[in-house]
């Protein structure tokens, strides 16, 4: 991640992405023109805060992903789009894709965005059980073609497949003639049906969901094509029909409903004690230094307080060498050294003292090592982020880079176990095709080895779990091998379990630990760090790290950060915010998975049913057995088989918005077996 955030963005912000998706039926009522005034207010109830969240679950950028019902999140997909010529293309708001500022207000979540030509503005309210004001307001900056402008829900096929549509006060706006020719015309790509309507709703066998508008408004059902998109049906409300007009203005009130079937059914859970996995070190962190002023507080706290195993820290290198002429090493021993050098080191020293392991990594680079000049993220969409590496200037490249640890093992007695680029896939700061990440780990791997240094290469240390084949080239050569320590990659994006597991096979086969080198889910969250204190952010990061540690059986995740960057802490000045530091419900949930002692090692886990993600870990040399679960959905009972025989009880520690990793008891163990209670939107852990 980058630490000049002023500079540097993780993701082009401001720019939305066209997407191309098959229409197949559409539904039509006619609305007025424009100003959207998206009103997202969300009770979320966080004792962590001291704030109230609530039922509607809503993202940064302003969709909302759903209510929850009796711990049950009744999934849906709300969105922002602008469609184009023909339906055939459209932007949307979405993750990664604009610059949103999210704000709460006691029990209002407030968004502002922008959307190509189209300022807005979004607040969600809870106003009963089930059910969620959406107040949508839009201003138009400038003149834009396009088909028009919709507040857009998408019903996942699992819960909406077949569904009803009814139309609320309905009032059809043209003859039937032209509708049969609308589905001549059209035929299976189109189905037109214009009507004006005062809402609509859905009723399936799982669900039922009804929007109520303030004024009639045109629709659109449309209904999805599984060989193009997701399949799932999606209804479109106009905001803005036609071309945008600058000046003009438009605002509409959506009110939310939602019902159905709540997933009550016992769960079963087997261990297998028998097959050993692979091994886990513990939760890690790290610890790039970036505010001298709230950072040390924040430090302190994380590391007497959490079980570190792991961490990662800076070598900032175009502060140790910003002069090729000048050998930094001798520099340094002549007492010549930079401020910034010197503290990130007494950093590396500090954790080696409490025997952490250490990644040390390189994010900004010296200009006289680079191609071009300086970049720090894209000047606009498309451009690359960082500089490559000057191919003429290899051999210094190294001898800086050698230097750094030389000084490092020589004057503060650290040796770090890995070295990296940071993101050199995206280049974060330095750029790299996969073929020179390959030859750059065998040449700077062998001069470390040549100066008697046992540090080690990371793998990949890619920007995101999606861009795997950045590896590949050093996967195809043996010669690098050897060179290497540990395989890498950043959790920000593309975490779905079937990339997960590519990340398994590289690892499986060069038979090397898997390291999280980067943890945790936004990263453009640091814009809007409110959301850090949401109860949906917190249990979707720790749901993540489940299904990471039980897929990948990681060595470790590095939370990003264990600073006051992305914290998961409060008060103390982060983000401005005031008072004494505060645990969150983030701290909790790393602090909870870090009960797993280290040394352990991954078992196998069955689970029969939805929404529930876990992970077991058996330290077998002490007997402890470690079982980590969330869920994701509404109440229920489990049952757990296969625990060894002479695990005679099991402690119980829950972490949600209202608890922070607490011992609500200890449950008895008979024959392997035992019966507890699954709290609702909850991680939940069971150690001996």
């Known amino acids: 991640m980058s630490i000049l955030k002023v500079k540097l963005q993780k993701f082009?912000?401001?720019?939305?992405?066209?997407?191309?998706?098959?229409?197949?039926?559409?539904?039509?009522?006619?609305?007025?023109?424009?100003?959207?005034?998206?009103?997202?207010?969300?009770?979320?109830?966080?004792?962590?805060?001291?704030?109230?969240?609530?039922?509607a679950e809503c993202t940064a950028w302003g969709n909302v992903d759903g209510i929850r019902v009796d711990g049950e999140l009744m999934k849906f997909g709300t969105s922002l789009r602008i469609v184009y010529k023909n339906w055939m293309e459209y932007s949307q708001t979405e993750k990664g894709e604009q610059n949103p500022t999210f704000n709460r207000s006691g029990s209002k979540a407030i968004i502002t965005t922008l959307l190509d030509s189209l300022s807005v503005n979004e607040i969600v309210e809870d106003t009963g059980s089930g059910k969620a004001s959406i107040n949508l307001g839009i201003a138009v900056n400038s003149d834009t073609t396009m088909q028009g402008a919709y507040f857009c829900i998408d019903l996942p096929n699992e819960d909406f497949a077949g569904a009803s549509f009814k139309f609320i006060d309905k009032k059809p706006s043209i003859p039937d003639t032209l509708l049969s020719n609308v589905h001549r015309r059209f035929s299976e790509r189109f189905i037109l049906i214009p009507d004006t309507a005062k809402g609509i709703i859905i009723t399936s066998k799982l669900r039922r969901l009804e929007i109520k508008i303030n004024h009639p408004i045109e629709i659109h059902i449309i209904k999805g094509n599984p060989f193009f998109g997701n399949g799932n049906t999606q209804i479109y409300f106009t905001v803005i029909s036609g071309n945008a007009i600058k000046g003009d203005t438009t605002k509409n009130i959506f009110n939310l409903e939602v019902s159905g079937k709540i997933d009550q059914k016992p769960i079963d859970l087997a261990i297998d004690t028998l097959h050993l996995g692979r091994e886990f070190d513990g939760i890690g962190g790290n610890f790039r230094l970036q505010n001298p002023e709230v950072d040390p507080e924040v430090i302190n706290y994380c590391l007497n307080n959490l079980n570190i195993a792991w961490g990662r820290v800076e070598l900032p290198w175009f502060n140790w060498q910003r002069d090729e002429t000048v050998d930094p090493l001798e520099a340094a021993r002549s007492g010549n050294i930079d401020e910034r050098v010197v503290a990130a080191m007494e950093m590396a020293q500090r954790l080696a003292k409490k025997n952490v392991h250490i990644i040390l990594s390189v994010w900004y680079p010296p200009s006289w090592a680079v191609i071009g000049k300086i970049r720090f993220g894209p000047r606009k969409k498309g451009d690359p982020f960082g500089n490559p590496l000057n191919p003429m200037k290899m051999r210094s490249i190294i001898k800086s880079l050698g230097s750094y640890l030389i000084y490092l093992k020589e004057k503060y007695g650290v040796e770090p176990d890995l070295f990296s680029f940071n993101e050199s896939d995206l280049g974060i700061n330095v750029l790299q095709t996969g073929e020179e990440h390959d030859e750059f780990i065998k040449q700077f791997g062998a001069y470390l080895a040549s100066k008697g240094l046992t540090t080690k290469l990371l793998l990949g240390d890619n920007s995101d779990a999606n861009t795997y084949g950045f590896v590949t080239?050093?996967?195809?050569?043996?010669?690098?091998?050897?060179?290497?320590?540990?395989?890498?990659?950043?959790?920000?994006?593309?975490?779905?379990?079937?990339?997960?597991?590519?990340?398994?096979?590289?690892?499986?086969?060069?038979?090397?630990?898997?390291?999280?080198?980067?943890?945790?889910?936004?990263?453009?969250?640091?814009?809007?760090?409110?959301?850090?204190?949401?109860?949906?952010?917190?249990?979707?990061?720790?749901?993540?790290?489940?299904?990471?540690?039980?897929?990948?059986?990681?060595?470790?995740?590095?939370?990003?950060?264990?600073?006051?960057?992305?914290?998961?802490?409060?008060?103390?000045?982060?983000?401005?915010?005031?008072?004494?530091?505060?645990?969150?419900?983030?701290?909790?949930?790393?602090?909870?998975?870090?009960?797993?002692?280290?040394?352990?090692?991954?078992?196998?886990?069955?689970?029969?049913?939805?929404?529930?993600?876990?992970?077991?870990?058996?330290?077998?040399?002490?007997?402890?057995?470690?079982v980590h679960i969330v869920n994701n959905g509404a109440k229920r009972e489990v049952t757990l088989t296969g625990l060894p025989g002479n695990v005679n009880a099991l402690n119980m520690y829950i972490t949600d918005e209202h608890h922070g990793m607490d011992k609500i008891k200890s449950v008895?163990?008979?024959?392997?077996?035992?019966?507890?209670?699954?709290?609702?939107?909850c991680f939940t852990t069971l150690i001996n």
């Not at 264990?562 to 419900?585: A, F, H, M, N, R």
Request: glycine share 8%; net charge neutral; with cysteine.
């Open 668 to 681: 008895r163990v008979s024959n392997g077996k035992v019966k507890f209670t699954l709290d609702s939107a």
């Open 12 to 55: 082009n912000p401001g720019i939305s992405m066209s997407n191309s998706f098959d229409i197949i039926a559409l539904e039509t009522i006619r609305a007025k023109r424009l100003f959207i005034f998206i009103i997202a207010g969300i009770w979320l109830i966080s004792g962590f805060a001291n704030k109230s969240f609530g039922q």
């Open 473 to 626: 080239p050093a996967l195809d050569d043996p010669a690098a091998y050897k060179y290497i320590g540990a395989v890498s990659f950043h959790s920000w994006r593309g975490y779905n379990n079937w990339t997960l597991s590519n990340w398994s096979d590289i690892a499986k086969e060069l038979n090397l630990p898997l390291i999280v080198g980067e943890g945790s889910t936004d990263a453009a969250a640091w814009r809007y760090p409110d959301i850090f204190l949401e109860p949906s952010y917190a249990l979707n990061e720790i749901d993540m790290y489940l299904r990471i540690c039980s897929i990948c059986q990681v060595k470790s995740i590095l939370q990003w950060q264990l600073t006051s960057d992305y914290s998961v802490l409060t008060g103390g000045g982060i983000y401005g915010t005031t008072g004494p530091l505060k645990q969150t419900q983030r701290f909790w949930n790393l602090k909870q998975l870090g009960l797993t002692p280290g040394g352990s090692f991954n078992l196998p886990i069955k689970c029969d049913r939805p929404n529930i993600s876990c992970v077991a870990y058996g330290d077998i040399k002490d007997g402890i057995y470690t």
